[in-house]
């Protein structure tokens, strides 16, 4: 790989940067005057006037298996359930090779946005079986040129007692067939079985403990502030569960006091809980038929405040869960200024370095994401003066650079 050199960019702080991208595929340099110097003539140069330069996004959490779905799938009540209820009662109509297809669909969509890498729950259930599965694996190696895909077997319910035994071999099975991770939604287990939200929690850290993958659960995806399945994961892991884990929705901890929330939210913290907020999907779904309609998003400043790794991703793709959405970075940090009233730059954050670290890109082991010496090329170029325009502009000419290999903008 040819070495890059960034000429004249905006940074997020608003600061006028050059960036030097080695051959390697890292941040090299970053300053006001790389471009002065005569020892770099042989690299290429790229100018950024005008632009700005942000940490590439990554998508943390997203249903490719469903992706495109809307008008195939209709869900009449609007509600978390009814979605549900649409996809099981349409499951006849899904097959590996239509699954592919909107699933590829989806992740180059969201490459040409501006995402490096997405993490996508596929269903796991004993009526779909591993159809899920294995087209995703199949979308895996597809798109491995311009993405980089994780794949979260999300295990249906009931997973405990005898009633689960299906259930708990057929996660085993995805994890054996190219599962990356553990996934479930253990706040649904009272629904269609005998078992608690801590039961199938320790159900699913047992077989990801087995395994030894992480874990990304669907948690307390609910308006019922009773719902303390957050509260449990984090107990669980603080007992002493070593893997990863995330837990994503958590929408009942917003329905809290604020007591409530700050204890939950410092023993996140304290057990290294990322949390995925997910406001396209959760404030479609939620608090219908309710007044005064709640605002249906996790606690996203009382998990700031602990110190809890916060971010924020856009869940469904146009299906029965989502009739919308556009695969863009930009509409997802959108949502979270106005509906978790963060600041511009706060909510890149999330969608970008928060979101990378809750996939395990970045962190103590690893560079930090963005523009940052050693830390891999991944970022994302716009024509905006700031990032509160480029977050309101959306602009659709967009460079984005994964691992240093840079696609768009060519000159």
Not at 46 to 57: E, M, N
Not at 92 to 105: G, K, Q, S
Not at 147 to 171: F, K, N, S
Not at 215 to 241: I, K, Q, S
């Amino acid at each position: 790989m040819q070495t890059q050199l960034l000429t004249s960019a905006t940074a997020i702080d608003g600061t006028l940067v050059d960036v030097l991208i080695g051959a390697a595929g890292t941040v090299d340099a970053v300053g006001p005057e790389l471009a002065a110097d005569n020892g770099r003539s042989a690299v290429e140069r790229v100018d950024l006037s005008g632009r700005i330069v942000l940490p590439a996004a990554t998508e943390p959490h997203a249903h490719l298996d469903k992706a495109f779905l809307a008008e195939v799938v209709a869900n009449p009540t609007g509600d978390l359930i009814g979605a549900i209820e649409a996809m099981r009662a349409n499951r006849h109509l899904l097959n590996t090779p239509n699954t592919v297809e909107r699933a590829e669909r989806a992740a180059r969509l969201m490459a040409g946005n501006g995402y490096t890498a997405v993490r996508t729950h596929a269903d796991v259930t004993v009526d779909h079986g591993l159809t899920s599965i294995e087209a995703l694996v199949e979308v895996r190696e597809r798109v491995a040129d311009v993405i980089d895909i994780e794949i979260v077997a999300l295990c249906g319910w009931p997973i405990t007692g005898d009633r689960g035994a299906d259930q708990r071999a057929l996660l085993r099975a995805a994890l054996d067939g190219g599962a990356d991770l553990v996934g479930g939604c253990p706040h649904l287990e009272t629904v269609a079985g005998d078992g608690t939200i801590a039961s199938a929690t320790e159900i699913l850290l047992a077989i990801a403990d087995d395994y030894r993958r992480p874990v990304d659960l669907h948690t307390d995806e609910t308006l019922d502030p009773a719902a303390d399945g957050l509260a449990r994961l984090a107990a669980h892991v603080a007992a002493g569960f070593d893997l990863p884990v995330t837990a994503s929705h958590c929408v009942s901890l917003g329905q809290q006091s604020e007591r409530d929330q700050q204890r939950t939210a410092e023993a996140v913290a304290a057990a290294g809980i990322s949390v995925v907020a997910l406001p396209h999907t959760n404030l479609f779904l939620q608090g219908r038929g309710r007044s005064p309609m709640p605002r249906a998003l996790t606690a996203v400043e009382a998990l700031r405040t602990a110190g809890a790794n916060v971010a924020a991703g856009a869940d469904n793709l146009q299906d029965p869960f989502n009739p919308l959405g556009r695969a863009c970075p930009f509409e997802t940090a959108g949502l979270m200024i106005l509906a978790a009233h963060l600041r511009p730059a706060d909510a890149w954050t999330m969608v970008s370095t928060n979101s990378s670290r809750a996939l395990g890109r970045a962190g103590a082991a690893t560079p930090v994401h963005g523009l940052h010496l050693g830390a891999p090329a991944d970022l994302l170029s716009v024509p905006a003066a700031n990032v509160r325009e480029a977050i309101a502009g959306g602009p659709p000419d967009r460079i984005v650079w994964r691992n240093g290999v840079r696609r768009g903008g060519e000159t």
